[in-house]
């Protein structure tokens, strides 16, 4: 079995955003010359996601819409762990989101539905931030 791994950095200038990963991925499979396997991705932060979804900018506008409704920003002093971060929403956020995905590899290719993408989702950005690439198989 062939083990592949790799690190993707991201520095947001927002202090929220979704990036679509899917094509940074599906070069990291090329790369690892793996044909059948599966490959995990996950956010090394604790205030950053990654998730599986539809690209579509509306959605990702209800997105966060319906996260900050769950978990605002602000105030910030609702929140105990803000005693010297101002960033509680975002670990809640993460949460919420997830970690990580784990995708199956099929023909040399992810194995994704129709309209399923591979997204960065950061909640506290403006500096840098890593991912996991880790993809096993033959």
Known sequence: MKSY??????????????????????????????K???LLCNAMHITASVFINDDEP???????VFLEKLAPEKPYSQYAHNGYEDNADAHLKRTIMGRE???????????????EQIFYGEFDGKRRKRVLVKIIGE
């Open 36 to 38: 059948e396997g599966l």
């Open 58 to 64: 509306g959605l990702h506008h209800d997105f966060e």
């Open 101 to 115: 995905v784990v995708v199956a590899i099929t023909n040399g290719k992810l194995d994704l539905g129709t309209w």
């Open 5 to 34: 791994r790799k690190e993707l950095w991201f520095n947001t200038p927002t202090r929220r955003a979704f990036i679509n990963i899917t094509g940074e991925l599906e070069k990291c499979l090329a790369e690892s010359g793996i």
